[in-house]
């Protein structure tokens, strides 16, 4: 009887145990649901994990027929795939497109999978130095819907789009006229991306005044990115005010590293959260496992105990391996912030370079123990290079010591180019004691900082 009782009891919970089990994958076997969670690796920077979850949801989406989760997993794997693939990218999103006319459902989505693939278009006519034309077309159909329905955001992003192929067609001045209209409908979170467009067309018509007015508009917040962007066309529109063409290709190289260094981080950080979504998932099953086994009969438990054996010696294997890989990912951080304090050795010596090649600091270098005199128009242009090379720096303090004299703020930028004492007195009439004096009032009175061991050139250097 009692084996009967144990035969039944065994039954019993193998039973659960399979619907259990058969609930949770007709739950993952959702479209939208793994649509949901392609969305969530992608966001967290798991490309792979992202695009195998997004070709099943196209997979579950075609069986049941969800024609809106099919066609939107169709658009999201092709932005995935378009920064290495555009091809690729271009042809998920004529399906996209395709299914879309079968099965419509909203205009905005029409015209967002047509502006997506035209871009895509005007990527691979450029990576293959083909015609534009099929991207021309996506794009003005993309602009025709949105105009016709007064999508004014979509209005903006489809002609951000045709400024770009222009811009890639070297066809600036037409550039620079989509992109004027972009920015007359832009809203506040398309501005940063239709001012760059515009900004990029001035700049590449050799109209710098105007390109430099745009870029100083744009303001970076939070991105990263888009500082760097900001910041370094800023650096050319300098060098090229001064005619040094090969320090600026020089400076783009500088740049480049920071970019390759940006991607690598990225590409680190995705396989991070690879192996921890991996971890996890192997954890969980192994606790599932592990309390089923617990419930069953002895046969059972010496079974689990067996298999709880092997897990340990797996994780301790597993722990090791982590702390391998934890040291390798240490020394690869190491060599990382190497190269970036290289590469701000680098920056720091074309910011010198460029503040060497000025007009003012060749008098000032050049004027000995005589007496110098500085024009309106020397301190202005002074200024003007240290803001592009230093982050607009003295526009900075002008903003938050709005009482400071003229005079004080030109003492600043004499220190900030680091003159002699001697060389400052030369051109204000002063003795080198009067130098030091004015220094030490304006680092107490206006930078509030008495510190005697804090030099006037190290609070400018924080600022």
Known sequence: MITVFARSLYIFIIGILMVACSQQQQKSQTAAGCLEEAEAALANDSIRQGETLLRKAIQLSEASEDWHTNYIAYQRLASSLSQGNP?????LMKKALTIYEQHPDDERNNVMLLDYAGTYAAQVAFNTESSYDEALDFINRAYNIAEKQQMTDLMCQTLTSLANIAWAKEDYRQALDYAHRADSTATTDLRPGTLQVL???YLSLNMLDSAETIYRQIDPSDDVHLAYIVQSNLAKIALRRIGATQIEDSLDEAFDQI?????KALEQKDQYYQETLRQEMENQQ???RSKMYGRTLLIVIIAAVIILFAVVLALRYRIRMQEQERRRLQQETEHQK???HQTNEVVAFLQNFILERTEVLKKLNQSGDSLITLHPHDWSEIER???AIDGDRFAKIREQYPTMQEDDIRLCILTR?????RTIGNIYCITVSAVQHRKLKLKKDVFGDSNPDITLEQILNSK
């Open 259 to 263: 970019e390759d260094i940006y991607y």
């Open 87 to 91: 091809e690729k990218a271009l042809q």
């Open 385 to 387: 290079t240290l803001n």
């Open 338 to 340: 190497i190269l970036l």
């Open 417 to 421: 180019l680091g003159l002699s004492n």
């Open 286 to 288: 192994l606790e599932y």
């Open 199 to 201: 900004a990029r067309s």
